[in-house]
Structure formats: structure tokens, C-alpha cells
């Protein structure tokens, strides 16, 4: 009897579900915070405009170039394959808005640490600060990682190499977030 009733089975149920009503469809989750691409811009640009106008404490750095490289203590660099390309962004713009959110967060963290002690730059941080809460509302915090502690007799010349860069980041991401904050 019980191969019978699995074969009834069988041919029923297919039945009956077609009979049922649909189900209703998931409820799509609503829209999370969204980035904010036009404050987002407008911070930037005052971010590059601030940096631009710090003038060299010591004379004798305004001309030095530095080129050393240091992969554990500076920034991340946005690169190709973090596609903050406009074609790009136009579609998924998570990978970028992650490795800027990894920058930000650098510099902060950098302008914070022992190297700007003797030359404290509240308002590049403060700029830095409103950067970060917009980009974080949608993509999370980043753990921080505090910077490992310099010599004194180096802080004038890791100064001028972290605001060379910043000022470089700046330029970058306020392109990038120009683009966003366009119309399309």
C-alpha cells in the first residue's frame, strides 16, 4: 500500500501546487545608507585646498623629493585594479569607495600619530573626519592601525612625505567623487 500512496503522491502534488496562489515575492531589502557623492565632493576639494596651502616649516625641505618607500607605513594607493575608473564607477563602486575609505582612514590615523605632534593640523583632520563619516555609512569602519612610533629627528622630513601624499590622495579621490557627484 505504501508504494501506491508515494505514486498518488507523486502525481499530486504537482497538481495542488498549481492550484495554490503564488506566494507573495521576499520584500527587496530597502536601500542602506547611500554615499553622499556631491558632500563627498565638495569635502575633497576643500581637503586639496587645504592641503595645497601648508606652507614647508623648514626651508631647506621645500625642495627635498623624497622617494622612500615604505609599504608598512603608508598609505594604500589607489590603483587600476581598484576600479575608481568612471565606466566603472558608474556600475559598482564598492572596490573604490573601500580603498578610499583605506586612505582616509591612513591619513587620519597618520595625522594623529607622534610624527605631527610639534605640528598639529586639526583642520586637515577635521576635513579628513567629515570624509570618512560619509563614506562609512555605507561601507563600515576600518580597524585602526596605530602607526609605529618615528624618531624625532625625522618628523620634519615624514611630514612633508605624508602631506605630499595627502595632498596627492586629495587630488585623486576629489576627481573621483567629481565624477560621482555629476549628473548622468
Not at 583632520?125 to 555609512?137: I, N, P
Not at 622630513?157 to 579621490?173: E, K, N
Request: aromatic share 4%; net charge positive; hydrophobic share 40%.
Amino acid at each position: 500500500m505504501a508504494p501506491l500512496h508515494r505514486l498518488l503522491l507523486c502525481l499530486c502534488l504537482p497538481l495542488l501546487l498549481l492550484l495554490l496562489p503564488p506566494a507573495a515575492p521576499a520584500p527587496a531589502p530597502g536601500p542602506g545608507p547611500r554615499t553622499d557623492w556631491a558632500a563627498c565632493k565638495n569635502i575633497s576639494r576643500e581637503l586639496l585646498q587645504r592641503v595645497a596651502t601648508l606652507k614647508e616649516p623648514h626651508q631647506v625641505l621645500e625642495e627635498t623629493h623624497l622617494s622612500e618607500e615604505d609599504p608598512k607605513n603608508w598609505p594604500p594607493r589607489i590603483r587600476c585594479s581598484d576600479a575608481c575608473d568612471p565606466s566603472t564607477l558608474d556600475t559598482n563602486n564598492t572596490r573604490c569607495l573601500r580603498r578610499i575609505l583605506q586612505g582616509l582612514q591612513h591619513y587620519r590615523d597618520l595625522l594623529g600619530s607622534d610624527i605631527f605632534t610639534t605640528r598639529p593640523l586639526p583642520w586637515l583632520e577635521a576635513a579628513l573626519d567629515q570624509l570618512l563619516s560619509l563614506v562609512q555609512q555605507e561601507h563600515g569602519r576600518l580597524p585602526r592601525h596605530p602607526m609605529a612610533p618615528s624618531e624625532a629627528w625625522a618628523h620634519p622630513l615624514l611630514q612633508r612625505l605624508a602631506l605630499q601624499r595627502l595632498q596627492s590622495f586629495a587630488t585623486i579621490i576629489s576627481r573621483i567623487f567629481t565624477h560621482s557627484a555629476s549628473p548622468r
